[in-house]
């Protein structure tokens, strides 16, 4: 497998798992209680969110599997700009923070308006939190692997 996708990969499956494992913290530390249905909540952007209750492990997967394809393609999306976008090489611990801010705002407003779940209102609060907690389990663990990739392959590896 050539570096570029060993990498890409590793970070993905880094960054994919601590996403959802910081989701589950954060969510039993709001209510004191354990997440059961998250995955079928994720599912719920496809199936409908009364759907995807109902459903039981394949629904779930299936929220995983949706769960860790946008893990992926922000992973992808930042080891493919990197190379081209000189800003990237500047102090990767605020530019994986404004990463991880950049992609709660690109689900928030973007991506999940065109899903079937329901609309939540937007609270500052809550998103500070988001973009704090996206920021430090996808964008700077993402930024520093960048970094240190392109480091190494002296910016001359591209996919």
Known sequence: MKPFWKTV????????????????????????????????????????????????FWVGLLGLCFHY?????????????YPRFKLLRANKYLIGLLYGIFAS?????LVLPLTRLPRNPFVFQKAIVGWIILGLVLGIPIAISANKFYQTSNLKSKP
């Open 69 to 81: 394809f946008i893990a992926f393609s922000f992973t992808l999306l930042f080891f493919i700009s």
């Open 9 to 56: 990969l590793l970070t993905w499956l880094l960054v994919g798992t601590t996403d959802i494992t910081a989701a589950y913290v954060h969510q039993f530390v709001i209510t004191g209680k354990f997440a059961g249905k998250m995955l079928q909540y994720i599912a719920g952007g496809a199936l409908g969110l009364e759907n995807s209750m109902k459903g039981g």
């Open 105 to 109: 705002c690109f689900m928030s407003f």
